[in-house]
Every structure is written in C-alpha cells, then in structure tokens.
C-alpha cells in the first residue's frame, strides 16, 4: 500500500493561487497512477485531476470543473504529486486529497479505483 501525505492548504481569497504536494511512498512509484480528489461540505468527493503512467508517456485528466485552471504534475524522483490551483472559485472550497493506484487502471475517475489515500488538507476560497 502507498502512504501518502498532502500539504498546502490554506484560506485565500477568490482569484487567488495555491499549490497543493503530496508525498508518496511505495514500490515502483513512477508507475502509480495518482490522482486528487475533493469533498465540500455536505457533498460527494469528487474527481478532480490524475496523472497516469502508460510506458514512457505521462496522461492527465481533469474534472470539467477545473480544466484550465488546474494543472497537475508529478516529480518521481521527489515522489512527489502537485496540484496547481490558480483563479480559485469559492465553489473550490473543500477538503483535498490524494489518491493513488498502483495498478495502473483504466478508470481513473473513479474513486473506487484508488486504495490508498491521504488525510486530506482542507482549501478555503472565500468570496
């Protein structure tokens, strides 16, 4: 199993930027699938980014939500995974977290597909 480990969090304003890392650990981690996810208050957690090995080539995978907002990137050799988050919305307000699969699966949208995940880091967007 992978232990991961998010920071970054924080209280910002709406048009803001943060940066989000999360730390893994594991076997093979360069050929993780890892993804973030968030839950608002009241709501379901939900999909937001994934970076997936498939051989040499790197895919990513955003949620409509925040495509050309957010930009995720993994540096392997920091076993490290970022979320930049920039023109955030109060709507972003939620708790984060990172997600991974040592599988390599197709369904990256799911969050059925992940078993490991971080604690969570909580990002407020106020208005």
């Known amino acids: 199993q992978v232990h991961l480990v998010e920071s970054g969090g924080g209280l910002v304003q709406a048009g803001d930027s943060l940066r989000l890392s999360c730390e893994f650990s594991g076997r093979a981690p360069s050929r993780y699938t890892l993804a973030w996810f968030r839950q608002a208050p009241g709501k379901e957690r939900e999909f937001v980014a994934a970076s997936k090995w498939s051989g040499a080539i790197s895919y990513t995978y955003y949620a409509d939500s925040v495509k050309g907002r957010f930009t995720i990137s993994r540096d392997n050799a920091k076993s490290t995974v970022y979320l930049q988050m920039n023109s955030l919305k109060p709507e972003d307000t939620a708790v984060y977290y990172c997600?991974?699969?040592?599988?390599?699966?197709?369904?990256?949208?799911?969050?059925?597909?992940?078993?490991?995940w971080g604690q969570g880091t909580q990002v407020t967007v106020s208005s």
């Open positions: 997600a991974a699969d040592p599988d390599g699966s197709t369904s990256v949208y799911s969050e059925n597909t992940y078993d490991s």
